[in-house]
């Protein structure tokens, strides 16, 4: 049985420095500091790699599980999904390929959700939206570890610095309205990377019934039985399924094993700290401030690319620029979004800007480290 690489400290790569969540964005950042924290942090392709061993998946037929003897093989398409054998993966191909076809994306949902596990920092930070998601802390130590928390990522692939993800959107919006020129190539060309602009228990994503993803049961008994056997019966685990906004069928399905001593640290002082030129932050530790974080983390680490995540825009994801750019303002505020709901993914962008980029926009095109 292998054994999980899980960080066990309670706080693990905990912000001493750096804008990551709640420096007030009216007053800049020091960007060597910024840089310093960020850089401390970073992740090595050799745990990107580790993580992408370690998170064994299921046939999306048969429910078989992965081992050292059976090798599961990813559609070559959308690389989402993994059947044991070709005929296996013809029984599904009625049921998989609409979703198939929606994404054009050329990094996949796997490869995004086994980037997120193995960077300990959004690992962390994941752990910290499930407690908050599912208000862990007031659920009974009895049921944590027999209970599945099934919480999704819905993420996009956009422009990876602030200035250029305006750029276009601002360039969009003239095109659509002010019949401007139109939009340059070299604003498509820009370096891309993933953002996580939601993140929700799965039975908040749809209008009625909430099933839990497929396969998703044997992925979640097959690490519970793990932490089991290494004596972490008190750990509770989160069920991860990672979607793009553009293609919310197609998801990717990963453990998260949560310490117990990260729930008591919630319990106990549910807050982000950290000093920045000599102030003390501190912020309510919600999904938001984590996605906020986890966001900020990717953009900076598109520079070096160890998670690689830095990618360019396929048509997919431009078009959802596109809706997004064409929306009203305001137009999804205060209003619930379903996956089945034609304008989920615009509408899940401009809620998620509204929320952090509106009253940060000046100082965000002044200091885009």
């Not at 998946?57 to 070709?86: F, I």
């Not at 160890?306 to 431009?318: E, K, Q, S, Y």
């Amino acid at each position: 049985m292998p054994t999980f690489p899980i960080p066990t400290d309670p706080l693990p790569n905990a912000p001493t420095e750096g804008p990551l969540s709640g420096i007030p964005w009216r007053a800049a950042p020091d960007a060597s500091k910024f840089r310093k924290f960020q850089n401390q942090h970073q992740t090595s392709k050799a745990d990107v790699r580790a993580s992408r061993d370690v998170v064994k998946g299921t046939c999306a037929k048969c429910m078989k599980a992965e081992d050292d003897e059976l090798k599961l093989k990813q559609c070559a398409k959308c690389q989402a999904v993994r059947y044991c054998s070709k005929e296996c993966q013809k029984a599904d191909w009625s049921a998989h390929k609409h979703a198939c076809k929606l994404d054009s994306s050329s990094i996949s949902v796997n490869k995004i959700g086994s980037a997120l596990l193995a960077s300990d920092f959004l690992n962390d930070k994941l752990q910290r939206c499930f407690i908050s998601a599912f208000k862990m802390t007031t659920i009974p130590r009895s049921r944590l570890s027999t209970e599945m928390f099934v919480g999704v990522a819905d993420v996009a692939i956009e422009p990876s610095t602030a200035t250029d993800f305006f750029n276009l959107t601002i360039a969009m919006r003239d095109q659509l309205t002010a019949d401007a020129e139109k939009v340059p190539q070299s604003l498509y060309d820009v370096p891309a990377t993933v953002q996580i602009h939601s993140f929700r228990a799965n039975a908040d994503r749809y209008r009625a019934s909430s099933p839990v993803p497929e396969g998703g049961i044997e992925v979640w008994k097959r690490m519970r039985t793990i932490l089991d056997e290494q004596g972490h019966r008190d750990w509770a685990v989160g069920l991860l399924a990672v979607a793009k906004t553009h293609a919310p069928k197609l998801v990717a399905l990963l453990p998260v094993p949560i310490p117990r001593a990260v729930l008591d640290h919630m319990r106990t002082k549910p807050t982000l700290e950290f000093s920045m030129s000599g102030q003390r932050i501190t912020r309510h530790a919600t999904v938001d401030t984590m996605l906020e974080a986890m966001n900020e983390h990717l953009k900076h680490d598109a520079k070096r690319n160890t998670l690689g995540l830095r990618t360019t825009m396929a048509a997919a994801d431009i078009q959802v620029l596109w809706d997004y750019a064409a929306r009203e303002p305001g137009q999804s505020k205060d209003k619930v979004y379903y996956m089945e709901d034609p304008d989920y993914a615009a509408a899940l962008m401009q809620q998620w800007y509204g929320r952090e980029f509106a009253p940060k926009l000046s100082m965000v095109l002044r200091n885009d480290l």
